[in-house]
């Protein structure tokens, strides 16, 4: 008996400490550097976009909640935060308020849903 129990509040622990692990790692990979556009996709279609566009368009979300980036070649500074439980980057910004939810997150990709006047619209960025 004593060992299940044991076995149990091993398991309790390891499992805890890899979601908390597994939490830390999308808010750091989020905050490693620099995102560029690399492509949009709405009803079922992607769009990739071409390298001029891509390097004109890119955003750093900094650790401290301050948001930098670039629109259509016009820099601008926002804030951020990363709400874990919804796996939700909020931003105000150039375009107001708005939310992303995170669908994956990589060291290279960082991929999420947007909602655009109804519809949603995934966008892709990479390093």
Known sequence: MMKKIIFLTFIAIVSYTH???QKTNEFELITSGKWHLEYMEMGGKKMELPAEIQKMNWVIFHPNGKQEGMEQGTKYVGKWEFDESTKTIRTNDLDGKGE??????????LIVSVKEQGSVMIIGLKK
Not at 100 to 109: A, L
């Open 19 to 21: 979601l908390q692990a």
């Open 100 to 109: 992303q939810k995170v669908i994956s997150v990589t060291d290279k990709k």
